[in-house]
């Protein structure tokens, strides 16, 4: 996917539980007080409304202006980082027999960025 982007984890806030991964373009800022759309940016037609949902911003800065800025953690800090983030997964999602399929999609704007590329390629 084109250009640089921001990356979301969508958290149901009643349940805790992460319903989709959200790929934006940097710029984009999600506002938590209005509804979500997330679709589907392969089936487009399948779409979802949420509310009630928290969007934590999952990359962290590495470098800036040429500066590491990054403090690496430690293994303990890594490793409760990741147990967090897997139980915010449905068990659906997680089991090893026909798991249900994690949701990773487009903001619109990053979805018509990426199609008008592929639309316009090869055209002069």
Do not use: M
């Not at 619109?108 to 316009?120: A, Q």
Request: neutral net charge; glycine residues 2%; aromatic residues 12%.
């Amino acid at each position: 996917n084109p250009h640089f982007k921001k990356v979301y984890r969508i958290i149901d806030n009643e349940t805790g539980v992460a319903i989709a991964d959200l790929l934006t373009v940097y710029d984009e800022v999600i506002d938590e007080s209005k509804p979500l759309e997330l679709f589907d940016p392969v089936e487009t037609w399948k779409k979802k409304i949420v509310t009630n949902y928290t969007a934590r911003e999952l990359l962290v800065p590495i470098f800036k202006d040429g500066e590491c800025v990054y403090k690496k953690p430690h293994i303990t800090e890594i490793q409760s980082y990741c147990r967090d983030e897997v139980a915010t997964l449905w068990e659906e999602v997680k089991r090893f027999e026909n798991p249900h399929r994690y949701y990773v999609d487009l903001s619109r704007k990053l979805w018509d960025i990426k199609h008008s590329l592929l639309e316009n390629r090869g055209k002069k």
